[in-house]
């Protein structure tokens, strides 16, 4: 595998990452790399936390498609998550997630990570129900 040269910032068009964490060794498959499960359940985190915001209510992750992990997490990196809604559907949202790291000792990120992910907002009796209308932001002095 040949090595690419990093990008040298996290994306800023998206705002503010919705999780920020460090891998840490608890975190490790037996080969001591961070394990892809517990990357894709901050991956999930992160999207569900965009979900019941936007539904203003509970989801639930419904599908993951697209996952692809590019590179490798070490121990110590920080972790950053983005996540975007792609798609409001009646009783569904899909929500684009990306996953970047920085070394721990530098100022190097690259993307690592990405996924699509899909989520229903449930009622209290756990069935779908309809995503209310997106709410208009307020814009008080």
Sequence with gaps: MTTQSAPSQQPTDRGAPVVRTIAMPADTNPAGDIF?????????????????????????????????????VIVGDEVSIYAWI???????????????????EGEST???TE?????????SDRRPRPIPPELEESWEV
């Design 36 to 72: 892809g499960g517990w990357l894709m359940g901050q991956m999930d985190l992160a999207a569900g936390n965009v979900a019941a915001r936007r539904a203003r209510g509970r989801c639930a992750t419904i599908s993951v498609d697209a996952m692809t992990f590019h590179r490798p």
């Design 86 to 104: 792609l798609k409001v559907g009646r009783t569904s949202l899909r929500i684009q997630v990306e996953v970047w790291r920085r070394e721990r």
């Design 110 to 112: 690259m993307k690592v």
């Design 115 to 123: 996924g699509l992910f899909t989520f229903v907002a449930i009622g």
